[in-house]
């Protein structure tokens, strides 16, 4: 299982203190959806935990990608 937090600030300072949303464990993952929503800034820090359920599974991650959509203006 992999849990994924996300924190967002407009400075790396600002990142240090700001709150972390989640954990989000849906694929893909949609930061506007619940828990969240994220923040905007212009930083992002992202957490992932990788958690075993027990057994022999062990969780791992083989790609990561994140895709900023602007809402059109109108």
């Known amino acids: 299982r992999v849990e994924l937090r996300v924190r967002t600030a407009n400075s790396a300072g600002e990142l240090g203190m700001a709150p972390w949303v989640g954990p989000f464990t849906a694929r893909p993952t949609d930061l506007t959806a619940a828990p969240g929503p994220v923040g905007i800034g212009r930083l992002m820090e992202l957490e992932l935990q990788l958690l075993s359920d027990g057994g022999s599974a062990t969780p791992s ?13 109108g």
């Open 61 to 73: 991650i083989s790609e990561l990608s994140v895709q900023l959509n602007c809402p059109s203006g």
